[in-house]
């Protein structure tokens, strides 16, 4: 029986105890497992997140550049904050030993085949648990043919996400015949939230971004999209940080560049770091020339 403790004797009674607020907007009032498992997402000391998106595969199989994710996605985790994925590709390729966070995609049904918008829910919160993710993320289609149903999922994911301590990330999807202008995306971003996304990832548009930010009372990533340039993609990212974005969510300008590993890095020097866009393009660019010069070495032994 171990010995009885004699009575403390230093409360630091001069030392106040802290009560800080938590760091990403509009999630002070959530509970300890939701914070942390943000807090795994977005990293607490730039309060920003590179999400590395990898789930394109739920609707339309296998996407250049993720034919094997063994092969090309896994030399990139490493500098991901987060990897989103599906749970298929998560037990079948991810070692779990990942630290990051996974923000495992929770909604599908329909191929590009099909009405995209007619998605339902496709993963249970048990297993979501069991992965031990830190977030579940649901399309919503606002303005789609199903929207109401997509709605509901996202709203049902939250009632038991809520119950399990698990967030929750709309992903707004936007139709192919509806304008891409900030008023679409105030309207799907303050949907989302207000009925109860703990944070949302949506496009950037050059006008009006940073309205959608201000009237949107949760954190917002900025969402990839098709492969641009490297320097606009990196301009893209940094205009989204200037005007509030809380990191990025980018899939295709990551791994279709021909320099995947400079890409992120590149991208990591724009979220966690600031660079300006030429900044972050001349790391970019020193660090292909570097892995191609590696890779030249290599193949001449
Ligand atoms: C679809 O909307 C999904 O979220 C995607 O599969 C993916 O996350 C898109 O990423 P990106 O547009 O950056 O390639």
Redesign the pocket.
């Known amino acids: 029986m171990p010995e009885a403790d004699k009575e403390g004797k230093d409360y630091y009674l001069d030392i106040p105890v802290t009560c800080e607020g938590f760091f990403l907007k509009g999630s002070n009032s959530l509970d300890w497992g939701m914070k942390n498992r943000l807090s795994r997402i977005f990293n607490p000391e730039t309060g920003r997140t590179v999400m590395l998106?990898i789930?394109?595969g739920?609707?339309q199989g296998p996407t250049t550049g993720l034919e094997r994710v063994d092969v090309n996605i896994l030399p990139l985790a490493p500098y991901a904050d987060t990897l989103?994925l599906t749970r298929g590709i998560l037990r079948t390729t991810i070692p779990p030993t990942f630290t990051g966070g996974i923000v495992l995609r929770a909604s599908g049904g329909p191929s590009i085949l099909k009405e995209l918008s007619n998605e339902q829910l496709a993963v249970d919160m048990e297993d979501a648990v069991r992965l031990n993710v830190a977030a579940l993320?649901v399309?919503v289609f606002i303005g789609g043919e199903y929207e109401t149903q997509s709605v509901h999922n996202m709203t049902r994911l939250v009632d038991t996400g809520t119950r399990y301590g698990i967030p929750i990330l709309a992903?707004t999807?936007v139709g192919k015949d509806m304008a891409r202008e900030a008023r679409y995306f105030r309207l799907a971003c303050r949907i989302c939230a207000e009925l109860g996304a703990h944070y949302i990832?949506t496009y950037y548009i050059p006008d009006g971004f940073e309205t959608v930010i201000a009237s949107c009372p949760v954190p917002i990533v900025m969402?990839?999209?098709?492969k641009i340039s490297e320097l606009d993609a990196l301009t893209m990212s940094y205009n989204a940080i200037q005007e509030g974005a809380a990191g990025v969510?980018?899939?295709?300008?990551i791994f279709q560049s021909d320099a995947p590993v400079a890409m992120i890095k590149a991208v990591r020097g724009v979220v966690h770091q600031g660079l300006k866009p030429k900044q972050a393009y001349e790391l970019f660019l020193e660090l292909k020339a570097k892995s191609k010069g590696m890779k030249k070495a290599g193949r001449t032994k």
């Open positions: 998106a789930d394109h739920y609707f989103m993320a399309q992903v999807a990832k969402a990839g999209g098709k969510d980018m899939g295709r300008n």
